[in-house]
């Protein structure tokens, strides 16, 4: 039996019972699947793929084919939780004309149900004109990895007044434009609790401490299997990289020993096929 798919009023129920809303990334199929058998409310289909996927530096060189490409393949093995498509940079920052349309084809081309993108008041009109278009949008504030190095790198934000003032202010800002969630990234503990309690619409944090409605990492960081850089907020629950090294490792032995394949891994053949086969091609 499949379990019930999670919607828009799930989400926002989720904040207003007090339940923590479970959100992680997957980038093809197998992962989405997982991701589906586990139980989490919420999917995203991140341009971090440009690193943990693509071998990328940053995210910046991911393109809207790159996100089609993969929302497909995530969507074909999620049914029940709410799946995000994240809008690749320059995808949204020419004219709301453009969002509108990029957004638009993340949905019908990839088959995701949401979008999200980067941007807090700034972007206010144009997270206001998708939603009026009709695509639900999640806003995602702090530190924006697709403008990074205006913010002087991958930096915690919103350390003084200025700043955490700034950050609630694209909250509340995201708020009024229509937002059904807000992802928080890399901001002080306190001040994940103030936006939360900023906002009625959900707060989820990556580095935004626990006081947030839910929490969010990036799938190939919990397990160990992007191994360039771990970040301080990400709790690794398994260590898959080497358990992968040694099988190929394994592997690679068997087959210079023969040990691979053996009888079981390989097909047989009726005897008098062999035999005829032998007749007519054997070397003399």
């Not at 071998?55 to 809207?64: F, I, P, Q, S």
Request: with cysteine; glycine share 10%; hydrophobic share 45%.
């Amino acid at each position: 039996m499949v379990a019930r798919k999670v919607t828009l009023p799930d989400i926002r129920t989720a904040k207003e019972t007090g339940r923590k809303l479970v959100m992680v990334t997957a980038y093809d199929y197998p992962f989405g699947r997982m991701a589906d058998e586990a139980g989490v409310d919420i999917v995203l289909v991140g341009d971090s793929l440009g690193m943990v996927v693509m071998g990328l530096d940053g995210t910046v060189e991911v393109t809207m084919e790159h996100m089609i490409h993969h929302i497909r393949a995530v969507m074909r093995g999620c049914r029940r939780p709410l799946v995000v498509g994240d809008m690749p940079f320059m995808s949204y920052n020419t004219s709301i004309r453009d969002a509108i349309v990029n957004a638009g084809r993340l949905v019908k081309e990839g088959g995701c149900e949401v979008v999200k993108l980067e941007g807090g008041t700034d972007f206010a009109p144009t997270v206001a004109a998708i939603v009026k278009a009709g695509i639900p949008v999640q806003g995602h504030i702090g530190l924006t990895p697709q403008t990074a190095s205006a913010l002087g790198g991958f930096k915690l934000q919103g350390k003084d007044v200025a700043a955490a003032q700034k950050v609630i202010g694209d909250a509340r800002a995201l708020e009024d434009a229509g937002v059904f969630s807000i992802i928080l990234e890399a901001v002080p503990a306190p001040l994940g609790k103030l936006v939360a309690q900023a906002v009625d619409v959900p707060v989820i944090g990556i580095g935004a401490g626990p006081d947030v409605d839910g929490q969010v990492l990036v799938t190939h960081d919990m397990i160990g299997l992007f191994d360039k850089f771990v970040p301080k907020f990400v709790k690794q629950y398994a260590n898959i990289r080497p358990v992968i090294l040694e099988a190929l490792g394994q592997y690679k032995s068997d087959v210079q020993s023969g040990a691979f394949p053996a009888s079981g891994h390989s097909f047989t053949m009726p005897d008098e096929t062999l035999s005829a086969l032998k007749v007519k091609f054997e070397k003399k």
